[in-house]
């Protein structure tokens, strides 16, 4: 069966959600290899034992582990030239990295250096009818290929693509696919790569992580209450009522830009797409390029004080009135409730 590199994506070997979801859309299209880079060159080996169970109940057939200390030591142009080589000896039908803003700028240096095709940003990627007749090769994702979907201008269109050129690379978005467990017990292979002093030129000097608010990370929640313009800048009730749930905060572009909560957490085409169980959205219009990013969310409850808000043609339940009153009210009943 072909294979098909996955990048994993995570933190001192905690393997983050969007490696799952690339490793079952790779059982779609072959074999996932998984391959793993370690963020420190100190306790490489800890990261992958770590990250080991994860990956393999997810399907890897094997781990690829990386450590050559550049790797951590400088951006991402050593990661791509090391991939090439992971690439080189494996020759996989496709490589699958997350849709963020490292993992792009690897795909695309990677898609030069093996000439060949890459879609970012898929939604949905899915192995191609053998009788395909878009005309991809056999080198392009296997028989058929791997058929890659995106979302674009703002959710308004719908394009299936798929690489006629090459390996396929695709970056994909979070919760693109449901992670699907698929026990394994892959075996690690410690795989040495040489990096050029050129892709050596801008290296990291300090990096810290982010303070930790407690709460799920957004892209990964099951419960997001997110917040815009009609919180005035008051985010107090948005999480007061996010804790009482257990959820994870997000933003509209407008709360953002107002300077009212971190861009990290904005919601929205040029923000995060989420797809949660629960999406509340508090104070928010429900300008398109918000619903760009949550409008597939299982449940979606707006709370908003004008009935003819643009959110409230999307939502499963609303409530009309002012969120400083409404949301303390709810964050009080579900305490109450889960006393
Ligand atoms: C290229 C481009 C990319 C963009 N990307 C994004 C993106 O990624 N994410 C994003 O969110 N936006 C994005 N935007 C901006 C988007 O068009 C909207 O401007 C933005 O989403 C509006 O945010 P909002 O709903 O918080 O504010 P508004 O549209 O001003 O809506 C505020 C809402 O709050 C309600 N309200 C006011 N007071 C209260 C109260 N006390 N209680 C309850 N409700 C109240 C109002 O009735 C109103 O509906 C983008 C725009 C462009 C052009």
Redesign the pocket.
Known sequence: MSKVLVLVDHSAGVVRKTTAELLTIARRLGDPVAVFISDSAADSATQVQGALPVLGQYGATKVIALTNPDLTQYLVAPKAEALQQVAAKVEPAAILISSNAEGKEIAARLAIKLDSGLITDAVDVQPADAGDASGAGAGAGGAGGAVATQSVF?GNFTVRSKVTHGTAIITVKPNAATPEAAETSPEVEEFDVTISDTAKTARITDSKPREATGRPELTEAAIIVS??????GDFAPIEAFADSLGAAVG??????DSGWYPHAY??????KTVSPQLYVA?????????R??MQTSKTIIA????PE?P?FELVDFGVV????K?LPTATEEVTKRKS
């Open positions: 703002a917040g815009g313009r009609g919180t005035g933003a509209s572009r407008a709360a953002v904005q919601v929205g085409q040029t923000g508090a104070g928010i219009s429900g300008a398109i390029q918000h760009a990013g709370v908003n004080k004008d808000a959110i009135g002012d969120l400083h409404v």
